[in-house]
């Protein structure tokens, strides 16, 4: 069964780049049975969806944050990563990797398998 | 811009059964916009129950089930129990690979 694991600072100041990795465990990065996301959740709020990126590199971003995000995969380490550049401090938030499992070529959700998720307070 | 929409709260008592929606601002859920169930407690990361409309992730009970009713995704729980007591959040498929979740429906049981 996969497993993932969010990894990376808590604590990020303005205007700078918040980062974090996701550990994939269980499975494979470079499967192509599925996509692997990001999603956000700030205190006391819904869900938010980041983005989502494929072994071969291919992403799909929120438009709303297409601007100001990056996710990369690196399958070497089977890991999977998210930049957000120029945070503030609506960008505070639990932030969660999960799978986007893939069904004949078709994303069928945007999340099966869930990270615990990882707290990122943006502040100075 | 369309948005999903879900109750914001919603109650049932213990052993009663309960349908949550989720809708489009504009336009009907399909299918083909694959709805997706989660349930959250405080604290903790969310639990997938459903996708693909209606297909239960593992090991979720058979009292939760999935579908389409009308013009909205629905997620019906039979037998409501104590612990059921949750956020609720579906999510849809925007076509060209993004996701919109909705606002999320807190349900109490009492």
């Known amino acids: 069964q996969l497993q993932l694991q969010e990894s990376g600072p808590g604590l990020v100041k303005p205007s700078e780049t918040l980062s974090l990795t996701c550990t994939v465990s269980?499975?494979?990065?470079?499967?192509?049975?599925?996509?692997w996301g990001w999603i956000r959740q700030p205190p006391g709020k819904g869900l938010e969806w980041i983005g989502s990126?494929?072994?071969?590199?291919?992403?799909y971003y929120n438009p709303s944050l297409k601007s100001r995000v990056i996710i990369s995969v690196d399958t070497s380490k089977n890991q999977f990563s998210l930049k957000v550049n120029s945070v503030t401090a609506a960008d505070t938030a639990v932030y969660y990797c999960?799978?986007?499992?893939?069904?004949?070529?078709?994303?069928?959700?945007?999340?099966?398998?869930w990270g615990q998720g990882t707290l990122v307070t943006v502040s100075s | 811009q369309t948005v999903v929409t879900q109750e914001p709260s919603f109650s049932v008592s213990p052993g009663g059964t309960v349908t949550l929606t989720c809708g489009f601002s504009?336009?009907?859920?399909?299918?083909?916009?694959?709805p997706s169930w989660y349930q959250q407690t405080p604290g903790l990361a969310p639990r997938t129950l459903i996708y693909?409309?209606?297909t239960r992730s593992s090991g979720v009970p058979d009292r939760f089930s999935g579908s389409i009713l009308g013009n909205k995704a629905a997620l019906t729980i039979t037998g409501a129990q104590a612990d059921d007591e949750s956020d609720y959040y579906c999510?849809?498929?925007?076509?060209?690979?993004?996701?919109?979740f909705g606002g999320g429906t807190k349900l109490t049981v009492l």
């Open positions: 999960s799978s986007l499992p893939m069904v004949r070529g078709v994303l069928i959700t945007a999340a099966d398998s």
């Open positions: 269980g499975g494979s990065s470079s499967s192509s049975s599925y996509y």
């Open positions: 990126i494929y072994y071969t590199r291919s992403t």
């Open positions: 504009s336009g009907s859920v399909s299918t083909n916009n694959y």
């Open positions: 693909s409309t209606n």
């Open positions: 999510v849809l498929y925007m076509g060209s690979g993004i996701w919109m």
